[in-house]
């Protein structure tokens, strides 16, 4: 299956597991606002997210919204409006071997 785009959106109760979630989606995505982040993820990757996610929160306080964008990177950016301060720009990821 290829990458999809998703948009993860957070709303936690608790200082401690907020960071813990904000580290969790720093490892999968870039931040877009602070609870707001851009992730393309094959299937592995969202089941690991998920996982993470739900080990993270506690379920009865807190939410954690994921929203499939679609496998079209560029379309997702191009179709996002935003009004006010831009996103942050991408910075290509480079590989260490």
Known sequence: MAN???LVSYDIREPKRLRKVHRILKGYG?????SVFFCKLGRANRQSLETDLCGAIN????QVLIMDLGPDEDRVRDQ???IG???PQVVPRILVL
């Open 4 to 6: 999809r785009c998703y």
């Open 30 to 34: 870039e931040p877009w606002q602070d």
């Open 59 to 62: 379920q009865k306080l807190d």
């Open 80 to 82: 996002t409006e935003v």
């Open 85 to 87: 301060q831009s996103l």
